[in-house]
């Protein structure tokens, strides 16, 4: 009776020693959190800026806060709007720009899609992933800013903070530690006959009155104009006239 106790007892003793070695080989893969390849990131500006700031080391994404507050007036920043058409009804116009693969929706010439960070899923999404992935809040997207053909590149980091179905309204802001603080918005309107009225609202400032005052707004409605006629060869598909006013 005591050999058989003691035969179990070696048994569990060992059984107990198997699962704490288990449990330590797991323990890595829980405490690293989410991992970003920055190696998988094709611009160096965007790479040089999220090692700086250590959001490759960071186990929790939604340690990254938007610039843009709920107590900030909008009359404390600088404005610029755009309007742009399509000739598709408001429903059919919100649902592809809401339901558009983010992967292709910032990527032309000017404007380069370089990583995305889900909040939601505390998950990192390169260029090379090849799943599709629409946009949604607590998206955090960083881009490369082509100026003067390349000559000068410029990284931008934004999160998607509001999507808006009843007011048809789309709003991201600058995360912080951004070279300009704001948000942008893009709203739809039924503009008749089937046709969609498309808003496009940017509210920013810095610590540079040059910034802002000369450079931001020459190539910001370069960077939007091109970021609307993107999503116009994407509509093309669907053979959706586009229209742009400037």
Same mark, same amino acid.
């Given at each position: 009776m005591n050999l058989r106790i003691t035969r179990e007892c070696r048994i569990n003793f060992k059984l107990i020693i198997l699962l704490m070695i288990f449990g330590f080989c797991l323990l890595p893969s829980f405490s690293q959190g989410p991992r970003i390849n920055v190696e998988d990131i094709p611009q160096r500006k965007i790479r040089n800026y999220i090692v700086s700031r250590s959001i490759?080391?960071?186990?929790? =994404?939604?340690?990254?806060? +938007? /610039?843009?507050?709920?107590?900030?007036?909008?009359?404390? =920043? *600088?404005?610029? &709007?755009?309007? =742009?058409?399509? *000739?598709?009804? #408001? /429903?059919?116009?919100w649902e592809f720009y809401r339901h558009a693969n983010t992967l292709k929706m910032w990527n032309g010439k000017s404007v380069r899609f370089g990583l995305l960070l889900s909040k939601c899923t505390n998950s990192a999404i390169s260029i090379n992933n090849s799943s599709f992935h629409e946009i949604d809040t607590g998206d955090v997207y960083f881009l490369n #800013?082509?100026? $003067?053909?390349? #000559?000068?590149?410029? &990284?931008? +980091? $934004? &999160?998607?903070?509001?999507?808006?179905?009843?007011?048809?309204?789309?709003?991201? /802001?600058?995360?912080?530690?951004?070279?300009?603080?704001?948000?942008?918005?893009?709203? $739809?309107?039924?503009n008749g006959s089937g046709k969609t009225k498309i808003v496009h609202r940017s509210y920013f400032k810095s610590d540079s009155n040059i910034r802002d005052k000369l450079f931001y707004p020459y190539f910001h409605k370069k960077f939007?104009? &091109?970021?609307?006629?993107?999503?116009?060869?994407?509509i093309k598909n669907r053979n959706l006239p586009f229209t742009i006013i400037n």
């Amino acid at each position: 009776m005591n050999l058989r106790i003691t035969r179990e007892c070696r048994i569990n003793f060992k059984l107990i020693i198997l699962l704490m070695i288990f449990g330590f080989c797991l323990l890595p893969s829980f405490s690293q959190g989410p991992r970003i390849n920055v190696e998988d990131i094709p611009q160096r500006k965007i790479r040089n800026y999220i090692v700086s700031r250590s959001i490759d080391k960071m186990d929790d =994404f939604s340690s990254i806060h +938007a /610039s843009w507050k709920k107590d900030i007036h909008e009359s404390d =920043f *600088n404005i610029i &709007e755009k309007t =742009f058409f399509l *000739n598709y009804n #408001l /429903s059919d116009s919100w649902e592809f720009y809401r339901h558009a693969n983010t992967l292709k929706m910032w990527n032309g010439k000017s404007v380069r899609f370089g990583l995305l960070l889900s909040k939601c899923t505390n998950s990192a999404i390169s260029i090379n992933n090849s799943s599709f992935h629409e946009i949604d809040t607590g998206d955090v997207y960083f881009l490369n #800013l082509k100026l $003067f053909k390349g #000559l000068f590149n410029v &990284e931008v +980091a $934004f &999160e998607i903070t509001n999507i808006d179905s009843k007011q048809r309204i789309m709003e991201f /802001s600058y995360i912080d530690n951004n070279k300009s603080l704001g948000k942008q918005s893009i709203q $739809f309107f039924d503009n008749g006959s089937g046709k969609t009225k498309i808003v496009h609202r940017s509210y920013f400032k810095s610590d540079s009155n040059i910034r802002d005052k000369l450079f931001y707004p020459y190539f910001h409605k370069k960077f939007i104009n &091109e970021f609307h006629r993107n999503m116009c060869k994407l509509i093309k598909n669907r053979n959706l006239p586009f229209t742009i006013i400037n």
